[in-house]
T-cell receptor, first 112, second 115 residues
Framework: DQQVKQNSPSLSVQEGRISILNCDYTNSMFDYFLWYKKYPAEGPTFLISISSIKDKNEDGRFTVFLNKSAKHLSLHIVPSQPGDSAVYFCAGLGAGSYQLTFGKGTKLSVIP | GAVVSQHPSWVICKSGTSVKIECRSLDFQATTMFWYRQFPKQSLMLMATSNEGSKATYEQGVEKDKFLINHASLTLSTLTVTSAHPEDSSFYIC???????????FGPGTRLTVL
């Protein structure tokens, strides 16, 4: 059973436009969510996180939105840059736990 | 801050040999470290969780006698793949977290190829 789902395996966006990466979860015990960016043959790099008590967190070009009732979160990147091209993983964290549950990732390609 | 290193970055070994991978937190004390494995085009799969000075907790389906984890200090954890076989070839990634934070910081990964 996939507790964290990223239903779009890939996404292409023009440089300068907004990239929206989506993530759905089924585990109601998750109370913290993280987004990671990953290049091939490298470890994931932490991007941004959000607590379940919030519905939005912003850091520079990255904004994460959380809709708890829909069990849905999204990562917005604006404006998108070619260097943003990578695989983005969404992960959930249960209360009192350190164990991340990852989605399968979405490959973002930003076209110059 | 929050830098995690892994060594080696890639290793090729013969079937039947053992390989040790090191994971170090460079600028913080990692109370908990995690070992993940990633197959091509798949997500990161958690293998085990280790707390400093304690035995590692392995995920279901992960053989603890094959994947030996030692977390001897607050800055170092090692994963030893014993009697490696070609199906163990994968990308192994560690992460670390310190007490009081929800964020895990990942190492750069180790590419293991077993011939």
């Amino acid at each position: 059973d996939q507790q964290v789902k990223q239903n779009s395996p890939s996404l292409s966006v023009q440089e300068g436009r907004i990239s929206i990466l989506n993530c759905d979860y089924t585990n109601s015990m998750f109370d913290y969510f993280l987004w990671y960016k990953k290049y091939p043959a490298e470890g994931p790099t932490f991007l941004i996180s959000i607590s379940s008590i919030k519905d939005k967190n912003e850091d520079g070009r990255f904004t994460v939105f959380l809709n708890k009732s829909a069990k849905h979160l999204s990562l917005h990147i604006v404006p998108s840059q070619p260097g943003d091209s990578a695989v983005y993983f969404c992960a959930g964290l249960g209360a009192g736990s350190y164990q991340l549950t990852f989605g399968k990732g979405t490959k973002l390609s930003v076209i110059p | 801050g929050a830098v995690v290193s892994q060594h080696p970055s890639w290793v090729i070994c013969k079937s039947g040999t053992s390989v040790k991978i090191e994971c170090r937190s460079l600028d913080f004390q990692a109370t908990t470290m995690f070992w993940y494995r990633q197959f091509p085009k798949q997500s990161l799969m958690l293998m085990a969780t280790s707390n400093e000075g304690s035995k590692a907790t392995y995920e279901q389906g992960v053989e603890k006698d094959k994947f030996l984890i030692n977390h001897a200090s607050l800055t170092l954890s090692t994963l030893t793949v014993t009697s490696a076989h070609p199906e163990d070839s994968s990308f192994y990634i560690c992460s670390a977290t310190s007490g009081g934070t929800n964020t895990q910081y990942f190492g750069p990964g180790t590419r293991l190829t077993v011939l």
